[in-house]
C-alpha cells in the first residue's frame, strides 16, 4: 500500500470521528471538571442551608416551605441546584481562552440522523439484554435502584422528579462529562 493511501474507515482506524476544536488541553478540561463539580456542591449546600427546605424533621413526610415532601423535597432541590449551577459554570467555562461553547463542548453533530437511529437501538437492545440476564441471575433485585425514583414519581414531587431526572441529569451530565 502506498502512503498516499488510506486504509478503509473502520472502528479502530481510518481518520477520527471528533476532531477536538478547542483551546482546552486535557489536563485543563479535567481541572475545570472537577472545579465545576466541586464548586456546584458547594452552591448547593450554601443555597439550600441557608433556606429552611423543610419544616418537617428528617424521616418524616411533611410539607416543607414549597409544598413537597420533606425529605423527597431535599433531595431533589439539592440536586436541581447542582445541576443548573453545573449548566451554567460549564457554559462559562466553556468561553474561556478563546473557545465558544459549540466547539469547546463539542455540541456539533457526529453523524447522521440514521447514524444516531442506529445507536438508540443498539442502546435499547444493549438495554434490553442487561434487564433479560440481571433478571435471570438475580431477579429479586431488578428493581433495587428503581425503587427510591419509584417513590418520588408517587409523591407530590413528581414535577420536580421529572425534571431532575428526564432535563437536568442529561443535561449537566452530557455538557460537563462529554463536552470537557
Same mark, same amino acid.
Given at each position: 500500500m502506498a502512503l498516499s493511501e488510506q486504509p478503509p474507515a473502520g472502528l479502530f482506524r481510518g481518520p477520527p470521528a471528533y476532531v477536538p476544536r478547542t483551546p482546552w488541553s486535557a489536563a485543563m478540561a479535567v481541572l475545570a471538571t472537577i472545579?465545576? @463539580?466541586? !464548586?456546584s456542591? @458547594?452552591? !448547593?449546600a450554601l443555597l439550600l442551608g441557608s433556606?429552611?427546605?423543610a419544616d418537617a424533621p428528617s424521616g418524616s413526610l411533611g410539607r416543607g416551605r414549597w409544598g413537597l415532601a420533606g425529605d423527597e423535597a431535599t433531595v431533589?432541590?439539592?440536586l436541581a441546584v447542582w445541576q443548573g449551577t453545573v449548566v451554567v459554570l460549564t457554559l462559562m467555562a466553556s468561553a474561556l481562552w478563546g473557545g465558544t461553547p459549540r466547539d469547546v463542548l463539542a455540541l456539533r453533530p457526529a453523524g447522521s440522523r440514521r447514524v444516531y437511529l442506529l445507536a438508540l437501538l443498539a442502546m435499547a437492545a444493549l438495554q434490553a439484554g442487561v434487564a433479560v440476564v440481571q433478571h435471570t441471575?438475580?431477579?429479586d433485585?431488578?428493581?433495587?435502584d428503581l425503587r427510591p425514583m419509584a417513590r418520588m414519581l408517587?409523591?407530590?414531587?413528581?414535577?420536580l422528579a421529572l425534571v431532575v431526572v428526564g432535563i437536568g441529569a442529561p443535561l449537566s451530565e452530557e455538557l460537563l462529562f462529554?463536552?470537557?
Open positions: 472545579l465545576i @463539580v466541586s !464548586a456542591a @458547594v452552591a !448547593a433556606w429552611t427546605v431533589l432541590l439539592t441471575l438475580v431477579p433485585d431488578l428493581f433495587a408517587g409523591a407530590d414531587t413528581w414535577p462529554r463536552g470537557f
